[in-house]
């Protein structure tokens, strides 16, 4: 058996290793892209960066003669793979979601790159790293105090609608603050209507409100769409 067959398994294989246990993290949270598509990302990039490596096997040129500069290659999979990124951001509502899976798959794409390449020390390194951020940064994010955004309408009916003051005095007795208020008639004059954007420390807050806002039959209808990815 060819050496160079060797090597090249174990590239792709140490490819296929790094972009699972990604793809694993991801699918665990139940992300839209996760374990086969990662997987392929990596084995993908590998691949690619394999045929710059080994171009000298296929051009049936000596060994050791580059025909190419082989960071093009990369600096292509790099740019592509923004494409695949972009296909996992979405946005509901006014949220967007996705951003971090997407920056998963570009690192991934990364990976696979340096096991393409064979330079492995760097590329453990990274998917140990990537794991850690994942995954340990998680819980550090979720214990540090931080300001929770929500985009917020509420309507009532058009002569039967709540003050801006009173409003305003239920969004501050459950712990938010109010930005870019604004006002709106619909339903052909039918109903009157509040969108702002509202602040809180406490996450928890927002369910606290929602609750009280569904008790209210003055309430004909509202909406609370948390920010963040």
């Known amino acids: 058996m060819d050496p160079d067959y060797f090597t090249i ?16 993290e991801r699918s665990y949270h139940g992300r839209p892209a996760g374990f086969r598509t990662h997987t392929l990302v990596c084995l993908a990039s590998s691949l690619l960066m394999l045929v710059m490596l080994y171009q000298w096997k296929w051009l049936g040129l000596t060994s050791g003669v580059v025909q190419t ?13 923004g494409f695949l990124g972009a296909g ?16 998963s798959i570009w690192m991934t794409s990364a990976i696979g790159i340096l096991f393409g390449i064979g330079f492995y020390f760097p590329a453990i390194f990274a998917t140990l790293l990537t794991l850690g951020v994942l995954s340990v940064f998680r819980r550090i994010e979720s214990m540090m105090p931080s300001h929770s955004y ?4 509420i309507r009532f009916a058009r002569f039967d609608a709540m003050s801006e003051t009173q409003l305003r005095a239920v969004l501050a007795e459950h712990g938010f603050t109010v930005a870019n208020m604004s006002y709106r008639i619909t339903d052909d004059g039918d109903c009157f209507e509040y969108r702002m954007v509202l602040q809180t420390s406490d ?24 920010t963040g990815d």
């Open 69 to 81: 500069d082989p960071t093009r290659m990369a600096q292509g999979i790099m740019t592509g793979i």
């Open 88 to 103: 996992v951001i979405f946005k509901e509502g006014f949220s967007v979601r996705g951003l971090t899976t997407a920056a």
């Open 203 to 226: 996450e928890r807050n927002t369910s606290i409100l929602a609750d009280r806002l569904r008790k209210m039959q003055q309430v004909r209808t509202f909406q609370i769409t948390p």
């Open 9 to 24: 398994t174990i590239h792709m294989l140490g490819a296929i290793g790094a972009g699972g246990i990604i793809g694993l």
């Open 150 to 153: 929500a985009h917020y309408y």
